[in-house]
């Protein structure tokens, strides 16, 4: 059975809690990605910020599509102020089907993957369990 690590994105975009909210929507755009890891000034995990996060800070169905006077109201505001501490992680030598149940149990759309030392090596989301899905069924 694969683990964690081998399906896992390790090419990690984070941002720090005082990061605009505009910055971060032009990450999650430019990137094509769903999760923000956030990071404290010694590089020590301290939350998470989804697309979702950003629809509800923004009061707006559509996260690509905003008036110009949203862009002042997201350049006003913080990562920090909208974050998820909750955090879920998981080991990166932990087995897929274990992250898979973990996802279900918890309702969430990614893991925080962190090595032996306890470091942030990745995240996994569900693409990247729908990818092993399909890798799975082909063969």
Known sequence: MKKVKDIMKSDLVTVKPETTLDKALELLLNENI???PVLDPNEHLVGIVSDRDMRIAMDSPFLGLYPDNMKDRLHNRIIGDIMQCALQMIDEDS???KAAQQMRE???GSLLVLNAQKKLVGILTEKDLVGHLIELLQS
């Open 34 to 36: 769903n999760h923000l």
């Open 95 to 97: 087995d897929v089907l």
């Open 106 to 108: 918890h309702k969430v």
